[in-house]
């Protein structure tokens, strides 16, 4: 029998790709991961207005006059899509930390794609609750283990000057995947045979094409660079950089001078801190002034307020303005399937923004223009119950626009931001599992919305969304005080970024520039000859990042100094 990693070994694509073109290859793989999250999160919505799913999972019957199902048993529907989060992702992303930084990235991904095939066979032929239930938890899990270690390895592949685009394009990929499970919904709901369970049994077994593709392509992709110096194996990271970034003249220097980072940052991190576990990660024992236990906080909460700021509520208010402004249910089926397609085509805004302006103001205007949006839509909601009968669609229609308009910016800003944060901000020694803490937070939010967000509605109506453009505000003094930025900036220096004893972001920027003043050697990749790029250029600043004077001492024994200053135990 042929060896299975010899011959993935000898048909890796590294060997026949050269940088762009390996970049884009990996970029694609990537996205087909993502691809696969934004279907299964798109597909329960349509999977839980069918007929024949309703009455054998016994959730609900199908009302003759009123051609929709009747849910009989709300505790019994939402549970099955709550255990989705809660167990399944939020085990699944920690199981997939640990087997990302354990076994590697690649490696990772192929196993997740067979649990995953394996899951979305079982929900397909579900016939019961209890067995939905259980495939609804193994997919959750599946699922977890994906998002714990596809953002990694991308960002770990992607150059520091485009990271934010790289990561960005996959999420556009993402909402094409809700797309594509809302029109494929939209599809097998016209079926000649309204009974029939092939309505949604095909749509759920859809999911599998995309994971056999993945499974079959992942195999033969590179490995990243950094798991490879983490786990000692430095010759075929020099290789996979070299292929990434260019191995001849200024672009092979470039790329020695990156792997040089990565071994002396990786060495560092092994000197000075002890931390495996999530215990430890979570609570910061053993890490020194690597202040893991402060990142872990950062990530959960960043993706909490992802769905706090009003996705969740857009997501279950939205058809009620749709219907409170006059549109029959037949016409909601479109003009959901319309605010899908403007979801996804947002999401590029990003892609050519995110590493413009940076992590933090994409954050700020997408704050500023979700809390406008929020407080017009609450407002005109309540306006459009209120009014006449001949301004009523006028007014609706006004609503509606700011449905419209919230889910662009968010699609634009919010969405992409708390799944790339996660995967650049840990150290190389955890950062897999770093970045399942980002996913443990995504989990945690979804799992109150989902509890909670139903009873806060039948309570307060549209004043709900007053509560979530609050939110955005609040969000805003947040991501100022805590979040630094990480825009521009290798994975390498996000340790220094991490090093001030302060939880404020000013002292963060003030102890970086220190660092880096007094230990020019540490990170050479990151620096020409008139400076660094500035992360903090703002969203008026010059389409090409400003600099920042970069004035040199004369050179030091740059590991002893660093011990001393940034990364060494008090």
């Known amino acids: 029998m ?141 699922t977890g283990i994906l998002n714990a270690i596809t953002p990694v390895w991308a960002t770990e592949t992607a150059a520091h000057t485009s990271r934010g685009q790289f990561v960005a394009f996959e999420f556009t ?30 749509p759920v077994a859809f999911q599998i094409l995309p994971l056999l593709v993945l499974l079959v392509v992942v195999w033969f992709m590179p490995e990243s660079p950094r798991w490879l110096v983490k786990v000692g194996r430095e010759e075929e990271a020099r290789f996979i950089l070299g292929r990434l970034r260019g191995n ?18 990786k060495n560092l991190e092994d000197d000075t801190a002890e931390q495996q576990s999530y215990l430890h990660m979570l609570f ?48 909601r089926l479109w003009v959901s399937g319309i605010n899908n397609i ?22 700020y205007w997408g704050s500023v223009g979700q809390g406008i949006c929020m ?17 009523r669609a006028q007014i609706g229609g006004a609503a509606t626009f700011f449905v419209f308009l919230y889910t662009a910016i968010f699609g634009a800003t919010w969405l992409t931001v708390p799944w790339l944060y996660p995967a650049e901000i840990f150290p190389l020694q955890v950062r897999a599992k770093g970045n399942a803490w980002g996913v443990v937070g995504w989990s945690i939010g979804n799992g109150w919305c989902v509890l909670l967000l139903p009873t806060i509605f039948e309570k307060l109506q549209e004043k709900t969304l007053y509560i979530f453009g609050a939110v955005n505000v609040l969000s805003i003094l947040v991501v100022w005080a805590l979040y630094p930025e990480s825009n521009q900036r290798t994975l390498e ?16 920027e003030r102890n970086f520039a220190k660092l880096k003043a007094e230990n020019p050697d540490l990170i050479k990749s990151h620096k020409d000859k008139h400076g660094v790029d500035d992360p903090e250029r703002g969203i008026f600043g010059s389409r090409r990042a400003s600099k920042v004077s970069t004035t040199q001492p004369a050179e030091k024994e740059t590991t002893d100094s660093v011990e001393k200053t940034s990364t060494s135990h008090h």
Request: net charge negative.
């Open 284 to 331: 910061g024992i053993g890490s020194g002034k690597l202040h893991t236990g402060r990142r872990v906080q950062l990530v959960i909460w960043l993706q909490i307020l992802q769905e706090w700021i009003g996705i969740a509520g857009i997501t279950i208010y939205g058809p009620q303005i749709f219907t409170i402004a006059g549109i029959s249910s037949s016409d």
């Open 375 to 391: 407080f017009a839509a609450g407002g005109l909601a309540r306006a459009t119950i209120n009014a006449s009968d001949s301004n």
């Open 173 to 202: 990929l993402n909402i094409f995947g809700v797309v594509v499970a809302y029109w494929l919904e939209f599809g097998t709901s016209k079926y000649h045979d309204p009974e029939s369970s092939f309505i949604w049994r095909f």
């Open 248 to 265: 001849e003249g200024e672009e092979g220097e470039a790329a020695e001078a990156e792997l040089q980072d990565i071994i002396s940052i």
């Open 2 to 142: 042929v060896d299975f990693k010899a011959l993935t070994d000898k048909h890796n694509v590294a060997h026949k790709l050269y940088k762009s073109s390996l970049l884009n290859t990996v970029c694609l793989v990537a996205g087909l991961s993502i691809f696969f999250f934004g279907y299964d999160q798109g597909l329960m919505g349509g999977v839980n207005t069918t007929r024949n799913y309703a009455e054998i999972m016994g959730f609900g019957h199908w009302d003759e006059e009123q051609g929709i199902v009747v849910v009989d048993k709300p505790l019994l529907q939402g549970g099955i899509v709550a255990v989705y989060y809660l167990p399944g992702t939020l085990a699944g992303c920690l199981l997939g930390g640990w087997m990302g930084d354990r076994y590697g990235r690649i490696t990772t991904i192929g196993l997740a794609c067979i649990w995953c095939i394996f899951a979305a066979a079982l929900q397909s032929a579900a016939q019961n609750a209890t067995w939905m239930f259980c495939a609804r938890v193994l997919n959750g899990i599946g």
């Open 342 to 363: 403007t979801y996804m085509f947002a999401t590029l805004i990003c892609v050519f923004t995110l590493d413009r302006i940076g992590r933090r103001w994409t954050l």
């Open 493 to 508: 220096e996000m340790d220094l970024v991490f090093a001030s004893d302060s939880w404020w972001t000013w002292d963060a």
